[in-house]
């Protein structure tokens, strides 16, 4: 009888989605062993070997829905730049985006545990591993944002799913929020406006604003008056609203929104790769490596 411990132990040791567990232990009437081996000839239980390979390529894909009301965007990244290539994996990450939109998941645990809209019999964890084992590298679905609106929500991909953005825009159109993704893609915001931006963060920059001004030899006085001077400076390169708009860098994206009578709600902003230390190969210690 195959038990539920069971199918959790072999999962474990092959790291292979629990419906190809379940099925191989059945076919080998619940023996461990068997069943690895049965895995490893199907190609499934390769992936778990690969988990612990940094990915840090990929790609940033996206999804929004005919009516503009639903989008999302997600990162999902893979061992090498050719990977993020394949046309297996792109189409793959693409499903995956659909699926954050259509099917709402809390965050990426429970998006791993959700039927796939693509195959209802495999879980979007059992594609994923599956994709693992024929593409051959380790893939990892990373972060994603999911918008849901009365307004506008656009996205916009830039260097071939290099950088993803997805905008959620009230009383704009169509036009104005395409431009408002540009903007974000190039600008890199951190934030909407200053009320968004956390207050040790603004304390910190006046302290170095402070600290710069002190060491030009300016007296203490003179160093505030000069933070305040500056920290519109800080506020304009972090700030979405803030930022000139690329398109017309004399006027702000705030004043260019007030002019068409809209607001932006939200954004978010993927870049691939952003913050994962890649590890570093000699490349001649590698072959050494592999000699021993």
Known sequence: MVTA??????????????????????????????????????GIAKAAKKSDRIAAEGVVAAYVSEDRKLGSVVEVNS????????????????????????????????????????????????????????????????????????GLVEKYIHGDGKIG?????????EELAKDI????????????????????????????????AMNEGKPAEIAEKMVQ?????????????????VKDPDIKVGKLLESKGAKIIRFARFEKGEGIEKKEENFAEEVMNQLK
């Not at 953005?165 to 159109?173: S, T, W």
């Open 165 to 173: 953005v997805l905008v959620e825009l009230e009383n704009g159109n």
């Open 229 to 245: 001077g500056r920290i519109g400076k800080f506020y304009a390169e972090i700030c979405l609203v803030e930022q000139p708009f």
């Open 5 to 42: 411990s069971l199918v959790k132990e072999l999962r474990e040791k092959t790291g292979a989605g629990m419906m190809d567990c379940k099925k191989v232990l059945t076919e080998t009437d619940g023996d461990i062993e068997k069943a690895i081996e049965l895995l490893r000839e199907r």
């Open 79 to 150: 061992e090498t730049d050719f990977v993020g290539k394949n046309e297996e994996f792109r189409n793959f990450v693409a499903d995956v985006a659909e699926q954050i939109a259509k099917e709402n998941p809390s965050n990426v645990e429970e998006l791993l545990k959700q039927k796939s809209i693509k195959d209802s019999t495999k879980t979007v964890q059992e594609v994923l591993t599956g994709k693992i084992a024929t593409i051959g590298e380790n893939l990892t679905i990373r972060r994603f944002a999911r918008f849901e609106s009365n």
């Open 181 to 212: 993704c540009m903007q974000i893609a190039a600008a890199k915001p951190e934030y909407l406006d200053r009320e968004s931006v956390p207050q040790e963060r603004v304390e910190k920059e006046m302290e170095i604003l402070k600290a710069q």
